[in-house]
């Protein structure tokens, strides 16, 4: 369960960097996230490298939002952007891929009992999403 909240904290601060107005709030984010690092006691170099990996598709976004919208709202998304990528890198880095797994089959099933509660046993969709990622329907 610890893990569950984790990763639902996780989802709230990544969707959050992006509703914060265009100044120097975001630099809270980036200290969050400086302080995460430290907490988790990774290693700064190898986080680093692995946000420059991402940093062809932010720039690649930088250069779409220039040309659809002013180079000083491109920038803040481009800020944005590397807060997220350094965030879900950190995120990655301390969470191993079973227990990522883990969080996901939880979230879902509990969306499959909401929609069974609430809306009666429709196939609206969510149905067949959930009968496909279900582990015991695919190793029997």
Not at 5 to 33: A, G, H, K, Q, R
Not at 87 to 113: A, E, L, P, Q, W
């Amino acid at each position: 369960m610890k893990k569950l909240i984790s990763f639902l904290i996780f989802i709230l601060y990544s969707t959050s960097v992006f509703f914060f107005p265009n100044n120097e709030l975001i630099l809270i984010f980036i200290l969050i996230n400086l302080a995460i690092l430290l907490f988790a006691k990774l290693q700064i170099k190898k986080v680093l490298i692995s946000t420059l990996k991402v940093m062809p598709f932010i720039i690649f976004t930088f250069i779409i939002n220039c040309i659809l919208d002013e180079y000083i709202n491109a920038i803040w998304i481009g800020i944005k952007l590397i807060i997220v990528c350094n965030i879900t890198i950190i995120y990655s880095k301390t969470t191993s891929v079973t227990r990522s797994s883990g969080n996901h089959t939880i979230i879902v099933f509990t969306i499959k009992n909401l929609q069974n509660k609430y809306r009666g046993n429709k196939n609206n969709g969510m149905h067949i999403f959930i009968y496909d990622t279900s582990i015991k329907k695919r190793f029997i």
